[in-house]
């Protein structure tokens, strides 16, 4: 017993392990050197999970695709089709890099390297385990949110560089969604914060660790779902990439790699936002101890992305005044009283302990 | 005093564009979202079906009909042998017309699931797609059984039908037909059933009736405004005036209704296989008509009624083994003419919506 105990400590502390081992190069292990190459590291971490997260979630994407629509999805290369999307990235590699006649060379090109590494910084600030947070930031969720809203301006950006109709009207619709959908997103994790009077992400996971605040805020929870699907661009909501209307939106102009980053970023911008639904309210790493915390957070992610995917495939898209009114009549006024009911809470809970 | 307006944007639809059905191109002029003008170019895929007629035997223009509407071709070839045996004065063997009632409806059961299914796609409803896209595998599998091919399958012959379904045939049938409720209620669930394609399609692009039939609309898309039209009871051609069927109606004259009309007539459609399978005699499946064919002079105008509406077909002989004319009167054509005046005012994804519910196949619009 008392091994297997051991066991787990090392396997739920095993990155926390790995840290200490590299800080104990240096002489002082909390010097500005130490601190620096930690950083670096981490990024590399964050990098990797982005990278890693599109490559699983594109084929598994195409496998749940797959699945709701009776088919078997990509099943040719390698163990069960598990090669297509490397394929596919190298394929894209020996794609033609296209500029389109009258674009705007400098917004065409910078706008898919924003979109790329804005899930990067935004998943900078989750903590992924205990203690396991590349960077602990105490004002977590404002900047978390903050980041996620510059993907407007690259999307913007696309849609007018590319010097195409189709992806200015779908710039135009990123930007009205993204205004609409980012304030009944903000005000759905206002509950939670409410409860734990702190911004900081590391902090609301500990608050987490008798109930998932999903029991406290069932309402928030539902709204930040809906909001952040909208935020990601994911369907019934994707009007910004609507193929069948704008064909593929701001995207419709870039090939090869440019275009994959694109993708890249759309799969990190998915993988952040569950994470981030994970951290606030399915609590984060927080879970029995039978499996070591990562885990168990990837496990939440996974299943909010996979929610994400098979709503994406069972939803018909929404149209853009229905959207509008949605965000504004509906989300935001729910998300108002749901801060008022918590506060509301708030107050008896102090009343009846006495606090 | 001038007012402050946003730039109007002409925008091209088509002809390469995912939800344009094939080659059809529309110049829409947009205030932000909003459509302000509309002007429909045709003719990407114009391949001068009624001059080709000309030039070849009245048998061999047989497999040209199945590339007007190619989703639903037994009809294509339906419409043009009877008004080729009109002018002749042919008399069908029985047993052919059950079968050619047979194929026809399923036709139209065909014709309608892609309809449905495209629909959802332009709705972005992948799932739904492939759900009817999965179904009517099954018409196309029974198509290859009795003609050889899956798509374009050439199945009527002048004077019959081109060959006896096999033995398997008719099993595949039944079990077919018995599966049609399960289906329509899995499309409904899938995608009709759904809010947001529910909020996408009702209440717009309303086809009033006065409008549908001044621009002499045909079809589910005429039925939808509530107009009970269908040349089947209205000229009942071969022998549908044997059958026991209604013909839906739908008062709704938005594009929810224009789409879930075609649900209905595959009800109606299974009804009608069902009592020619009960029906269907033994006998010859050709009438004997001479090797060469060569009407006596004469013109002659015929329709029947297509999944997408009434298709019409005029031919003039001059007592040749050619036709010295062939007119076509393509269904979707002319329901396409509401497309400017009822979209207008509408958005771009509602224009997406509208043209889908029309169920417009380019082969027949454009010939």
Redesign the interface.
Known sequence: METINNLMMTINNLFLIITAFIRSFFADPHSLWANLTMYVINFIIVVVIIVLAALILILLERKVAGWTSQRSGPNRLGPRGWFQTIADAIKLLGKEDLTPAGADKFMFKVAPMIIFSLPMLSLAVIPFGKGLAPINLDLGIIYYLAITSISTVAFLMAGWGSNNKYALIGGMREVAQMISYEIPLLFSVLGVVMITQSFNLGVIVEAQSSIPFIVLQPLGFVIFIIAGMAEVNRAPFDLVEADQEVVAGPFVEYTGLRWGLFFLGEYGNMTAMSALAATVFLGGWQGPGFLPGWIWFWMKAGIIIFFMMWVRWTFPRIRIDHLMHFAWKVLLPLSIANIFLTGLGIYIYRLVMGG | MDIEKTQE?P??LGPQ???MHGLFRMVVH?E??KITKIEPKMGYLHRGMEKLAESRTYSQFIPYTDRLDYLASPHNNWGYVQTVEKLMGVEIPERAEYLRVIFGELARIASHQVCIAST????????????AF?DRERICDMYEMTAGSRLTVNIMRIGGICAEPPAEFWPALKSFLDDTPEMLEEYYG??FG?E??Q??LKSVGILSKELAENLSITGPVLRASGVNYDVRKAAPYSIYDRFDFNVPVRTGCDSYDRTIIRMDEIVESVKIIKQAVRDIPEGPIMAKVPKVIKPPVGEVYHSVENPKGELGFYIVSDGTTKPARVRIRPATFINLQMLPIVALGW????I?AIFATLDAVLGEVDK
């Open positions: 944007l925008l091209n564009h995912p939800s947009l932000g979202e959802a796609l332009d709705l972005a409803g992948w799932t739904a797609w492939s759900y999965r899938m995608f759904n947001i394609a909020g996408r958005k771009i994804q509602d997406v």
